[in-house]
């Protein structure tokens, strides 16, 4: 089971380039996360997603962008990238109901 | 979703239990508290939840107090692979919105 696998693992950003982080999962699940870590902290929902179709604000979505055209993948854009969004992603999915979420291994975004 | 208070940090000597304390005086009664941890900056690993009784699994023990109001997540036998920084949330089981927040957990040192 690959579970959740997010893409790419590294990134190196110049100030104001533009990129998208991949989320997939093969679970069926319909709720998809994504957080970031700034270091020695807990982590910050940007976005988050019920189901297909649908996204919605988390805590600090400034300055990013998502969409879940399809159930199994969960997009997170960074339309113009600055230093503050170095960071760590991370995106999780779980299933409706009393469910644990399922998380992946982590995006190390760094901006120059 | 109700906010969770957690010591900073916590040491255990290794083969102890280690006794990890959340604090979450505003909980909703339909809000279940959820464990996670994380080792060494990788995604979030499930560890155990639970309503208003006591739960067990292979992992750990999750007490909770009749008010609801704070729980304890008990590692029996701590390892040294039980260092990790680990997250008490609490949220809505059954709800459409379906977003959890994290805070900046408990980093538990397991010693030799």
């Known amino acids: 089971n690959a579970g959740v696998t997010q893409t790419p693992k590294f990134r190196v950003l110049k100030t104001g380039q533009s990129m998208t982080l991949l989320c997939a999962q093969d679970?069926?699940?319909?709720?998809m996360y994504w957080y970031r870590q700034d270091p020695g902290m807990g982590l910050r929902l940007i976005h988050y997603?019920?189901?297909?179709?649908?996204?919605a604000k988390g805590e600090v979505p400034d300055g990013y962008n998502v969409s879940r055209l399809k159930k199994q993948n969960f997009l997170l854009g960074l339309e113009s990238a600055a230093p503050s969004q170095t960071s760590v992603y991370f995106c999780?999915?779980?299933?409706?109901?009393?469910?644990?979420?399922?998380f992946g291994q982590g995006t190390r975004l760094t901006v120059v | 979703d109700a906010k969770t208070t957690q010591p900073t940090s916590m040491d255990c000597a290794e083969g102890r239990a280690a006794n990890l304390p959340c604090n979450h005086s505003?909980?909703?009664?339909?809000?279940?508290v959820y464990w996670y941890r994380q080792i060494h900056s990788q995604g979030p690993q499930y560890i155990i939840h639970?309503?208003?009784n006591n739960e067990t699994n292979e992992m750990a023990s999750l007490i909770i107090t009749e008010d609801r109001k704070s729980s304890t997540l008990i590692l029996p036998h701590a390892t040294l692979r039980d260092t990790a920084v680990y997250y008490c949330?609490?949220?809505?089981?059954?709800?459409?919105?379906?977003?959890?927040?994290f805070g900046d957990g408990t980093t538990l040192t397991v010693k030799p």
């Open positions: 639970g309503l208003k």
């Open positions: 505003t909980i909703s009664g339909n809000e279940y």
């Open positions: 679970m069926n699940h319909e709720y």
């Open positions: 949330i609490v949220r809505v089981g059954n709800t459409n919105a379906g977003k959890s927040t």
């Open positions: 999780a999915s779980r299933e409706q109901g009393d469910t644990e979420a399922f």
């Open positions: 997603s019920v189901g297909e179709g649908t996204t």
